[in-house]
Each structure stands twice: as structure tokens, then as C-alpha cells.
């Protein structure tokens, strides 16, 4: 009973919506190309991939470290399930958070919409431990999170800058 109660804790759901003014393609380049990441996403300690991403980019691996807004440290792996150029990336993720993190991208009149669905559940002790007390802390620091990494994206993109 106490453990089902720790995971509803524990468990989280986000849907986010960035929009951009940018070509699909721009936007498309720019996502996958995870090393260039901490240029422009504040917060975002380091992001590289061994295998350098695309090209059938299934199986493909990236690793995350985060510093959040609210002071503590996230590292994050995963494993790209499934994409679909210029449209669609499910990665399992795993490490101080584990659960799935879906992308869709879409195109319309002079904009590129992307939307990131998270899936997942803490898997540090101390998270999981306070998430009862601090899930709404956890909650506004992905926000803030999210926040950050659209405006960074914007002004990425703003600069011509569609690789690093």
C-alpha cells in the first residue's frame, strides 16, 4: 500500500508545446543535433552522443547532465526507440529519472511546433523519497526547464544558427 502511494508520487506526466518561426528542416537539424544542446539550452550542463546522431537514428544513445533552477543535478541517458525524419523521436530514458519522452514535430504557415511528452518517474532515493512534499518544486523546475530551452531554441535559431 505505502509503495503504490510512493509511486503515484513519484510519477510524472508533462506535455509541453514549443513554436518557432523556422522551417521544419531547421528545427528538425537543430533538435537532433544533441551536442549543441548546452549552447543554446540554459541549464544543460552537457549533452553528446558516442555514436553522433542521425542517420537511422534507432538504438542510438545520448547522455544529459542538468543543473536545475532549483539547485539540484539531473544526469539523464537514453535510447532513441523509434524516429521518424522530420517528424517523430520516443526515447526510453533512464538515470535520475526513467520513462519514455516522446517528440512530435509539425509544420505550418511559417512556423514549427514541437511537442514533448514526458513519461516518467524519479528514480534517485531523496527524489522519490520527498516527492510527496516537493512535487509541485519538481513540476515548476521542469517548466522552468522547458522555458528555458524554448527561448534558447528561438534565439538559436534567430542567429541562423542551425548546427553548432
Not at 552522443?49 to 537514453?78: C, F, H, V
Amino acid at each position: 500500500m505505502l509503495c503504490a502511494w510512493l509511486n503515484r508520487w513519484r510519477s510524472y506526466r508533462f506535455e509541453d508545446e514549443w513554436v518557432v518561426e523556422a522551417p521544419i528542416e531547421t528545427v528538425w537539424n537543430s533538435l537532433v543535433n544533441v551536442e549543441s544542446w548546452p549552447i543554446w539550452w540554459k541549464g544543460l550542463e552537457f549533452s553528446y552522443s558516442a555514436d553522433k546522431l542521425p542517420q537511422g537514428m534507432e538504438g542510438k544513445q545520448y547522455k544529459t547532465g542538468w543543473k536545475s533552477p532549483l539547485r539540484y543535478r539531473l544526469k539523464i541517458n537514453a535510447v532513441i526507440r523509434k524516429a521518424s525524419s522530420h517528424a517523430l523521436i520516443v526515447a526510453d530514458i533512464h538515470g535520475d529519472i526513467t520513462g519514455v519522452c516522446t517528440c512530435r514535430i509539425t509544420e505550418g504557415r511559417g512556423e514549427t511546433r514541437g511537442y514533448f511528452f514526458l513519461d516518467v518517474r524519479t528514480n534517485t532515493i531523496w527524489m522519490s523519497l520527498f516527492s510527496p512534499f516537493l512535487k509541485r518544486f519538481f513540476t515548476r523546475n521542469h517548466n522552468l526547464i522547458m522555458a528555458t530551452g524554448m527561448h534558447g531554441f528561438t534565439m538559436h535559431l534567430a542567429r541562423g544558427s542551425e548546427t553548432a
